[in-house]
Each structure stands twice: as C-alpha cells, then as structure tokens.
C-alpha cells in the first residue's frame, strides 16, 4: 500500500478526465455496476455505517421516470447517457451498523436517538460514497457526469417511495464525447489551501 500509482494510473483518475455532457450511444451490461460496486463499497465512511444506496438507471422505462425531475439542462444528458446512477442516503442507516460494525454492537443507539447526527452522518458519507463512485468508474474506464440540478423530492418520490432513502446527486455513467469547451480551470493550491 505504500507504493504510489504510476503517472498515467493517476492521469486517468484526476489530470486527463473531466466531467461529460455527451455520451456515445451504447448499452453497457449490468455485470459492469456490480463490477463498479464491488470496488465502491470498500471506500471508508465513518463506523464503517455505508449509508449511500445506488439505483442504476439505464432502461428507457426507468430514464423516462427520472427524466420529469431533473433540470430541463440536464435531461438530455440522463437520457443519452448508458446509465444514470442516483445516489441516495439511507436515513436509517444505523440499523444495519450491527452488521456493519461488529466491534460495538449498540453502535446504533448512537444515531437512533439523535435525529441531526444520523442526518449529517448519512449525508457526509453517502457523499463520500459517491466520490468514490466517480473515482471506481473512471478507473474502470468510464466516464462521470455528476449532477445537481434535479428536484430531491421528486426523485425520492418516484424511486424511494416507502422507504427509509433519499436522493443525495445523480451521475451519468458511460463513455464521454468530446465537450465544446475546454476543461474548466482549477485553484491552485495557494487559492485553496494552507499548511499549519
């Protein structure tokens, strides 16, 4: 583990790749988000509590429901692409950390009775979760176009309807056609960071 990734291992993942507004017409099969998946679930999150759910939507059936909640700009984006995967947070995550956590088995009394804790809690590592999701893809080869700008409750009512989930972001998957613009500038690390 203490061997660093070589420059072109690091390219794919950061330097080379950029987030994709097009997508080749293709149909990509389901082993490859299982595949996806099986690297994801090994990112950490805090107590190892993995609340973040993927529903992965490639079937025209399923784009035509996810399409109505999502910006008009963004529509046609989840509608080419391969795959459209919503990124959702179990709210009740906790109740699985007896499984999850087997070193403290009332871990979940931590979370059951304090409302805001399980909310951010669920919300920061569902988000972790799904930077892991954009990395594990662009290590497989695929390209990501992570989105924002769709209405939560609307997704939440189509897909998580009677459960305990909601919509965190979505994120196009698939293979990327060149953009119209260049990729977008970057802060340097004087701009964004400090050493103390």
């Known amino acids: 583990m203490t061997t660093p990734l070589d420059a072109a291992s690091l390219g794919r993942l950061f330097h080379e790749s950029r987030s994709r507004n097009g997508w080749a017409a293709e149909t990509l099969p389901e082993h490859t988000w299982r595949q996806l998946y099986e690297l994801v679930k090994y990112g950490p999150t805090s107590m190892n509590a ?46 699985k950390l007896p ?68 919509s965190n972001f979505i994120c196009a998957l698939g293979h990327g056609t060149d953009e119209s613009f260049p990729r977008l500038p970057r802060l340097s690390f004087e701009e964004a960071c400090e050493v103390v």
């Open 99 to 166: 499984q999850l956590f087997p070193p403290k088995p009332d871990a979940s009394l931590m979370f059951s009775g304090n409302r805001a804790l399980a909310d951010v809690t669920a919300f920061r590592n569902s988000s972790l979760q799904g930077g892991y999701l954009i990395l594990a893809a662009r290590g497989m080869g695929l390209d990501v176009g992570p989105m924002s700008g769709f209405d939560n409750a609307g997704v939440d009512a189509e897909f998580f309807t009677g459960t305990s989930v909601k």
């Open 50 to 95: 993995s609340p973040a759910r993927f529903v992965f939507v490639t079937s025209e059936a399923g784009k035509a429901r996810l399409a109505p909640a999502v910006m008009e700009s963004n529509r046609a984006k989840v509608m080419a692409a391969p795959c459209t995967v919503i990124i959702g947070q179990d709210m009740a995550f906790y109740e």
